[in-house]
Nanobody
């Protein structure tokens, strides 16, 4: 079992930066792909970034590529999302999530994430 707690959200002006953290409990964190997703009211949850358990595979959608960076520290059971050059359209609740399958190669689809945090609000003002 993995429990996740996000932090680091807040209000920032367009062009600014934020770093989100996701602290995990449970001994299997280091063996799971971790992802970041975001959601705005009335829309589906959207993929933002993912990093495989080994750190060898990382993926981003085009909407954040070059601006966001995902990383993990398995010794600290924490995954991070560094967000730079933020835009108003990045405003959302951001969630971290853990893959249901340990030691999976590559990045799975959203349907394969079983463990979710409570979310942290990111608001980017124009």
């Amino acid at each position: 079992q993995v429990q996740l707690v996000e932090s680091g959200g807040g209000l920032v002006q367009a062009g600014g930066s934020l770093r989100l953290s996701c602290a995990a409990s449970g001994r299997t964190f280091s063996s799971r792909t971790m992802g970041w997703f975001r959601q705005v009211p009335g829309k589906e949850r959207e993929f933002v970034a993912a990093i495989s358990w080994s750190g060898g595979s990382i993926d981003y959608p085009d909407s954040v590529k070059g601006r966001f960076t995902i990383s993990r520290d398995n010794a600290k059971n924490t995954v991070y999302l560094q967000m730079n050059s933020l835009k108003p359209e990045d405003t959302a609740v951001y969630y971290c999530a853990g893959d249901r399958r340990p030691l999976r190669p590559g990045i799975p689809p959203i349907s394969e994430y079983d463990y979710w945090g409570q979310g942290t609000q990111v608001t980017v003002s124009s």
